[in-house]
């Protein structure tokens, strides 16, 4: 179902805060189904992993620690248009640039911890749900 799924996290520091309810709730709310559920804490090495597309960046390994840095939770969403529209749910990376009743606007503490991540191709989506969840884990 190409164009369907996009896959999310909720990032260590909006767990820790407490926010994850309040996240899952705008993402339902949002007309998403959530097609695989995970609370799991990445080392640095799954982390690192993940990431593996920005490690010639200056901050992959802030991204690495930070990432492993305690428990999120990890989810492949499902709607018509699903990537796209997450997208602008979660509003900009930046959050004092998103706009208003996003998810980053309202949880994210700063650029770098932004509450949430969300993919941002199909291609991406299917990538880093596969990364996650078995078949066996979707429903």
Do not use: C, W
């Not at 998403?32 to 200056?58: C, D, M, N, Q, W």
């Not at 998103?98 to 949880?107: C, D, H, L, N």
Request: aromatic share 10%.
């Amino acid at each position: 179902m190409a164009g369907n799924r996009t896959f999310t996290m909720i990032k260590p520091e909006a767990v820790a805060a407490g926010h994850s309810g309040k996240i899952i709730d705008m993402i339902i709310s949002a007309g998403y189904r959530i097609v695989a559920l995970k609370y799991t804490h990445l080392s640095a090495a799954e982390a690192g992993t993940f990431y593996e597309v920005h490690k010639e960046r200056p901050f992959y390994g802030e991204l690495v620690d930070y990432m492993a840095s305690g428990p999120i939770i990890a989810a492949i969403l499902e709607k018509e248009n699903a990537v796209e529209d997450f997208r602008k749910l979660i509003g900009a990376t930046d959050p004092s640039q998103a706009e208003e009743g996003t998810i980053r606007k309202r949880f994210a503490e700063s650029k770098a911890k932004n509450a949430v991540h969300g993919s941002d191709s199909d291609e991406n989506a299917g990538i880093e749900g596969n990364y996650f969840f078995s078949g066996r884990e979707r429903f």
